[in-house]
């Protein structure tokens, strides 16, 4: 297996994808004499191997999908050894940073290897990513499971405390270390002290070169800015990625005398849904605060009147507004109007998932 490519069949040794729903899915090593338990019963390993990845597996009470795995799933499901980016970020990250096949890159530290699976796939074939941890133990694991992943052509990780030592590439000598030829198209810091980096990492940057600091808190972003603007970097930069979650809630309105009133000048049929005022039950949206569809009237409702709406199908059928029909569409005989339900998207105001911010800036040497 490889995180740089899809695999089409399943060897032993491949680390699969055992997926049942989207918040139930389980990284699993393909071992010919293990078993996996799922909640829909055993899973033998033996039998996934040489099967088309996507297959589904029968278990006791149920088929299991067995997939192959990629960066963002691996990021959901990795082994925590540290605290993690994730696809948000991980998304501004790559496309700020620039980052293509062949880029050269610099990450500080590696922790997880979260980030490192992903930038991986973005470089290869030919480009390299070098990854920096001073934690021994985080650098071996590291290691071992970039070999696994079949990344370590593309990834190289070294323990160095880069805030005190600067960076090093992985043929050099420590005296040929400030001399370095090799320069990166960019590179990324998420560390406690970034600003301590900063200047160590400007020496190994091209000229128009990306940077990026993760922080969590805004006064690391300061630190790290001060830094950035006394070594003229350009084009600073501090972004925040947030969550803003959506929900599905039906919604509906009346339309009174429905044929006369959407036909446009042109003799068309004019879509209700572009100015449409919903209701969630709770509160009235209204676009346009005079309580009108394009100029039509019409009454907000709420689910609970729409129990009281008599289905005559007849009617609707004479009705010429085929957009609207298509809708869960309700004749009300008390008003001589007919109510349509809508599926509408709600924006939570509550916004979680602050995960850090993210300060971008390029080396521009004039
Ligand atoms: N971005 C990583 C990921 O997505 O998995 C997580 C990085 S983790 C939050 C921060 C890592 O930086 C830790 O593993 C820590 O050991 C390392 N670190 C902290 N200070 C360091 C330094 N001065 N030099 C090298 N690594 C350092």
């Not at 009470?61 to 990795?78: A, Q, S």
Request: charged share 25%.
């Amino acid at each position: 297996m490889s995180f740089c490519r899809l695999k089409t069949i399943i060897d032993e040794g491949d680390t699969v994808v055992v997926y049942l729903t989207p918040r139930q899915m389980y990284r699993v090593k393909v071992d010919r004499d293990e078993v996996f338990q799922t909640r829909l019963g055993a899973l033998r390993m033996e039998e996934l191997i040489g099967k088309p990845y996507g297959s589904r597996i029968q278990c006791n009470k149920g088929n299991v999908l067995v997939l192959d795995m990629t960066p963002e799933i691996w990021t959901l499901l990795l082994p925590h050894r540290t605290q993690i980016l994730y696809g948000p970020d991980i998304g501004m990250i790559l496309m700020n940073l620039e980052l293509r096949s062949g880029s050269f890159v610099i990450e500080a530290g590696t922790g997880s290897g979260s980030l490192s699976h992903s930038i991986a796939r973005t470089i290869a074939p030919n480009g390299k990513l070098f990854t920096f941890d001073f934690h021994q133990k985080r650098v071996e694991i590291a290691r071992e499971e970039f070999r696994e992943h079949q990344i370590d052509h593309i990834v190289s990780v070294q323990q160095r405390d880069v805030c005190r030592d600067g960076f090093k590439f992985p043929e050099q000598s420590e005296s040929e270390s400030s001399t370095t030829t090799i320069k990166v198209d960019a590179v990324f810091l998420d560390l406690p002290n970034p600003w301590e980096a900063i200047e160590s990492a400007q020496n190994v940057m091209k000229n128009g070169a990306k940077i990026c600091c993760f922080s969590p808190c805004i006064e690391q972003v300061q630190r790290s800015c001060q830094m950035l603007t006394k070594l003229n970097f350009s084009d600073i930069e501090t972004i925040e990625c947030v969550l803003r979650p959506y929900e599905l809630r039906k919604a509906s309105y009346e339309k009174l005398k429905l044929n006369q009133q959407f036909e446009t000048s042109n003799g068309l049929s004019a879509d209700p849904q572009e100015s449409m005022n919903v209701d969630d039950g709770d509160h009235h949206h209204n676009r346009d605060n005079d309580n009108t569809i394009n100029g039509m009237n019409k009454k907000i409702r709420t689910s609970e009147d729409d129990n009281n709406d008599n289905d005559n199908e007849e009617e609707e059928e004479k009705n010429s507004d085929s957009k609207i029909m298509e809708k869960d569409v309700n004749k009300n005989n008390d008003n001589n109007g007919t109510t349509i339900n809508y599926w509408v998207t709600y924006m939570n105001t509550e916004i979680t998932g602050h995960s850090g911010f993210l300060t971008f800036a390029t080396n521009f040497i004039c």
